[in-house]
């Protein structure tokens, strides 16, 4: 499943960004899809899981009052939006799908099946 991030950049303290994921040929309408992050140095967290169904959101903790995840079916993108940056959210941010899944919690932790490359979100202090 080709799937393409884009929106991240440089964006100061305090700020906001919303990503978008498309994915040519695949379409949102179900299974899982998710926001990732892997900062430098660091392993992949879990950011949103986003049902493609029914359209259920889950969040990793302290995120949710800050990040929004969300679909645009018409447009066949789903989107993070991201507010209040802070410096410790610089990362790549990655999109990925589970077709065949149900979005759960669990998600956040044990990831999807299919990722585009990224891309990086830089937040300056």
């Known amino acids: 499943v080709p799937l393409v991030e884009s929106g991240g950049g440089l964006v100061q303290a305090g700020g906001s960004l919303r990503l978008s994921c498309t994915a040519p040929?695949?379409?949102?309408?179900?299974?899982?899809i998710g926001w990732f992050r892997q900062a430098p140095g660091k392993g992949r967290e879990g950011v949103a899981i986003l049902s493609g169904s029914d359209g259920s959101t889950y969040y990793a903790y302290s995120m949710e009052d800050r990040f929004t995840i969300s679909s645009d079916h018409a447009k066949n993108t789903v989107y993070l939006e991201m507010n209040s940056l802070k410096p410790e959210d610089t990362a790549t941010y990655y999109c990925?799908?589970?077709?065949?899944?149900?979005?759960?919690?669990?998600?956040?932790?044990?990831?999807?099946?299919?990722w585009g490359a990224g891309t990086l979100v830089t937040v300056s202090s």
């Open positions: 040929g695949y379409t949102f309408d179900h299974g899982a």
């Open positions: 990925g799908v589970d077709p065949s899944g149900t979005a759960t919690p669990s998600l956040l932790q044990y990831g999807m099946d299919y």
